[in-house]
């Protein structure tokens, strides 16, 4: 069976099984909004007395208007939710967009600004204001619309938390705006519908037409660079990666340049290039285009090579030789070492010229030299002694564990763990309708039945269901 999966060109999203569209796939116009009247801001009492200001472009005074009706609120109060938002998060990611907030920007659409907005404040949010103003570094007005730019960039991110204000749902929303929908006259959105399913298919058909085209030229331009050689010249450039594959950019800029005067001479002239030169024009072709640098292109060539000779040699070095370029890579090697992360306490060279190796001397008389053989003798009967003795201790500490768990019952699965927590849920609800019944309050009695109830008809199921919405943290 075929299925339906998420692409640029899937409707299936908003549609049923039987294929009718469903209420969303009429709602065209994608929102944000938030419930935001139990938010911090909006439940304060205090009279706004202290005054901020800024200036905005046209494009920040646009995300100022977005970020108004997202949160629903007024314009005043849109600015002290961002400023609390801004106020509470971590400042890392804020701060990357202070290039656009700043009073110097140069960024498109944060420039030219002329539109003042001013906000009040109560004192306390004002007292916090002036406090992250400092933290950022920034000007006063530079702050605020820092505040204002990144708030209306994050309740479009639908991962984004609002403090104490829910995200609407598309679907209520598409249901609020049902409500207005005019039976006699029917929906306005109704040629726009049409349209937009218009407009899909004729994308749909223009993207396979541009990708049958685009295989196609690509193929044409392939033949090509086959007749003239360049095809087997970057396989020569590439012949010591066996994983290489000739990349599709590679294709696109060949046919961007077949008629161009320097690319036929850069075609002639590699073949009278050294190794050397060749290796640093096949890095140079990996850069991205118009990225090209000369002298990166040595460095990376230097630092390969580098490392291609530290390879050869540790791969051919006899353990004296090594020992004359790195004494440290040489120990790093000796089995005898193995576990003795922090030789250096213990080694019996203390100057340059002791871990020279002398005339004659070989790899192993001058390990001796460096580990008389009774030091580590002594410190392999130590390191036992330790992991002799953190064994018996881990063991003494996972019986009590264990012992503590089955206490607990954190040697339970979760599943069981929640039906004991259940358990003494109801327990507790009955401890607490005796006492409602003892003092006749009624209205407690009615209310904490009711609930008894509803959790005693409750399958396990359910249970372990409720639980992990409401408690996911519960260990």
């Known amino acids: 069976m075929k299925l339906n999966r998420p692409n640029r060109f899937n409707k299936t999203r908003h549609s049923n099984q039987e294929g009718t569209k469903t209420a969303l796939a009429f709602w065209k116009f994608a929102k944000n909004r938030y419930r935001t009247e139990k938010h911090p801001v909006l439940i304060s009492k205090v009279k706004c007395s202290s005054k901020v200001e800024t200036i905005l472009s046209f494009q920040e005074k646009q995300m100022l208007e977005g970020l108004v009706n997202a949160v629903q609120t007024s314009q005043r109060d849109a600015i002290r939710i961002a ?13 990357r967009l202070v290039k ?29 204001f002036d406090e992250l103003q400092t933290n950022c570094k920034l000007t006063s007005k530079e702050t605020v619309r820092l505040a204002i730019i990144w708030l209306a ?8 938390k609002l403090t104490k204000s829910p995200r609407v749902s598309q679907k209520k929303l598409a249901r609020e705006w049902s409500k207005t929908y005019d039976k006699e006259q029917g929906s306005k959105l109704t040629a726009l519908s049409e349209a937009a399913d218009a407009a899909y298919e004729k994308a749909k058909e223009k993207e396979e037409e541009r990708r049958e085209e685009e295989y196609k030229r690509r193929g044409e331009t392939l033949e090509l660079m086959k007749e003239d050689g360049s095809l087997a010249m970057w396989a020569a450039l590439q012949d010591a990666d066996q994983s290489w594959q000739l990349d599709q950019q590679i294709i696109d800029d060949y046919e961007a340049s077949l008629n161009s005067e320097s690319f036929e001479k850069w075609i002639i002239g590699l073949e009278e290039l050294s190794e050397r030169e060749k290796e640093i024009e096949r890095i140079k072709a990996s850069f991205p285009p118009g990225t090209e640098d000369d002298q990166l292109a040595n460095d990376i060539y230097e630092i390969n090579r580098r490392e291609r000779e530290e390879e050869e040699f540790l791969n051919s070095c006899s353990d004296e030789e ?20 922090f030789y250096d306490d213990v080694i019996s060279f203390k100057t340059d010229k002791e871990y020279k190796r002398r005339d004659g001397e070989t790899a192993d008389e001058y390990f001796n030299r460096a580990f008389p053989l009774n030091v580590l003798e002594n410190i392999k009967t130590k390191q036992e002694e330790n992991a002799a003795q953190a064994k018996e201790r881990m063991a003494e500490l996972n019986k009590k564990f264990k012992k503590t768990a089955k206490k607990y019952g954190l040697d339970l699965s979760r599943e069981e763990r929640i039906m004991k927590q259940e358990e003494r849920a109801r327990d507790s609800i009955k401890q607490r309708l005796k006492s409602a019944e003892e003092k006749k309050r009624h209205e407690d009695i009615e209310r904490l039945k009711a609930e008894l109830d509803s959790r005693l008809r409750m399958t396990n199921k359910e249970i372990i269901e409720w639980w992990n919405e409401h408690h996911p943290d519960m260990r």
């Open 83 to 95: 400023l609390y938002e801004l106020s509470t998060t971590s400042l890392e990611a804020p701060l």
């Open 153 to 160: 960039m994050s309740v479009k991110d639908e991962g984004f």
């Open 322 to 341: 090594l020992i004359d370029q790195s004494p440290e890579l040489f120990f790093l090697n000796r089995p005898e070492l193995n576990g003795i992360f």
């Open 100 to 128: 656009y907030a700043s009073k110097e920007s140069q960024e498109k659409g944060h420039t030219s600004r002329s539109s003042k907005v001013t906000a009040k404040l109560p004192k306390p949010e004002k007292a916090v």
